[in-house]
């Protein structure tokens, strides 16, 4: 009986070691491709605590380094290396975790604590009880610590550890460098964007309450039981719940007009160029000449293009004088600029009303590549940086260079003797 219990305890255990450390694997993830919006959290965690004054560089170095702690101890704990320093470092974590989102939860300064970026969206109810969970998934862990079955020997460690380091910071590099390597948002490449900015009302059915000799009953469509019955009363009734638009903000006001042009730039069934400019103070001008000449082709080629921005007018009057723009620049809420792209400044094209592809302006090819290719404008899928932007990519490059490794591993133990590398001996190994 005591040999069952002690059996059932160690699948429990090593159960709540494998679900912590995927979700610690999603989430660090998930934060490493986009350390922009990272950054913009912990924007928003200064603010609304008053914690005083960071730099964007300070913010985004912070959102990497959480990145990376998260990750690191979730592979850490699925592969199974430095069992001592990581079960005693996760409930630590954890504790900090759930602290941070009680306040969240009870304080209502944060909307969304942003644990899983864009990827995932949870309330502070939600989130408050994920990690207060996870808090006694890692003491379970903690405690069963002995009882561990752990997949790598401690010779084979450092390089699962090397491996690690590098992957975690070639996602969040490249995603800072570029544009996220795992796009989240709604503005994704080969979103429908008419769609998603389209709800559908609710639909109502027109219900008529009769009466006769005291009884009452109701029918649908004004229709008449027949003439001994009185009408008495109409109400509509809900048929069909109304569904809000996916993207409900997603607004470009041209200020001479005073319109919104994002119906008709839905509504253009060819290219229509959108080029980003978030904050044209903090915007980079190493790339501006690429935008001037984007734009003198997009007028040859008779090509809609539009710059939006959230600066003011003095700002935007400041970047014509630097940058020679001769564009029109309209005006985008800060929030859906943020949301639309991860760099200052990007350019989102739009085909037929769906996004055809998304570009840090740096990484825009010449326009002597856009008049050589079929369609006359770059492609945002083809070629190796499509390739890389997206999960499959990253999840492949995560789990066969980990396969490698315990194979590696399992032939050096093996040389050396050893039976069940990565099974019961590795299990009864010294705490590292």
Not at 137 to 154: A, I, Q
Not at 174 to 179: A, G, I, K, P
Not at 312 to 329: N, S
Not at 334 to 351: D, T, W
Request: glycine fraction near 8%.
């Amino acid at each position: 009986m005591g040999l069952r219990k002690n059996r059932i305890f160690t699948v429990v255990t090593n159960l709540c070691r494998w679900v912590l450390a995927l979700v610690l694997v999603v989430s660090g993830f998930v934060k490493a491709v986009d350390p922009i919006g990272s950054m913009y959290k912990l924007q928003e965690y200064v603010a609304a605590f008053s914690l005083g004054s960071f730099s964007d560089e300070m913010l985004t170095l912070v959102a990497m380094l959480q990145a990376a702690l998260e990750f690191l101890l979730g592979v850490s704990l699925f592969v199974g290396i430095y069992r001592s320093f990581v079960t005693w470092l996760t409930p630590l974590v954890m504790l900090f975790f759930t602290a941070l989102t009680a306040v969240i939860y009870y304080s209502g300064r944060i909307v969304d604590c942003g644990c899983f970026g864009d990827a995932l969206t949870l309330s502070n109810g939600e989130t408050f009880a994920k990690n207060l969970i996870l808090a006694l998934l890692s003491f379970v862990v903690f405690f069963g610590r002995r009882r561990l079955v752990w997949n790598v020997s401690s010779k084979s460690r450092w390089m699962v550890t090397i491996f690690m380091i590098f992957y975690i910071s070639l996602a969040g590099l490249v995603s800072l460098s570029h544009l996220p390597v795992v796009d989240f948002s709604p503005y994704v490449v080969g979103a429908d964007m008419r769609a998603l900015t389209e709800g559908r009302p609710g639909v109502y059915e027109m219900v008529c309450v009769y009466e006769r000799d005291g009884e009452s009953c109701e029918m649908p469509g004004g229709e008449l039981p027949d003439s001994s019955w009185n009408r008495v009363a109409e109400r509509a009734v809900l048929v069909e719940e109304a569904v809000a638009p996916v993207i409900g903000d997603f607004a470009i006001l041209d200020w001479e007009a005073d319109v919104d042009v994002v119906p008709e730039l839905l509504a253009d069934s060819g290219y229509v160029c959108i080029v980003l400019i978030e904050d044209v103070g903090k915007a980079s001008v190493s790339s501006v000449d690429k935008i001037n000449d984007l734009y003198d082709y997009c007028l040859e080629k008779d090509i809609r293009f539009v710059a939006a921005t959230a600066s003011d007018d003095d700002d935007i009057v400041l970047w014509r004088k630097r940058t020679g723009a001769e564009y029109p620049i309209m005006w985008i809420e800060e929030g859906v600029a943020r949301k639309m792209m991860r760099a200052n400044p990007g350019m989102l094209l739009m085909m037929d009303g769906k996004v055809a592809g998304k570009w840090n302006v740096a990484d825009l090819p010449d326009v002597e590549v856009y008049a050589a290719s079929s369609t006359g404008m770059p492609d945002g899928v083809k070629g190796l940086w499509g390739y890389m932007r997206g999960w499959r990519f990253w999840l492949l490059l995560l789990v066969l260079p980990l396969l490698f490794v315990k194979l590696v591993d399992v032939v050096a133990c093996r040389v050396k003797g050893d039976r069940k590398a990565g099974g019961d001996e590795l299990q009864r190994q010294p705490e590292e």
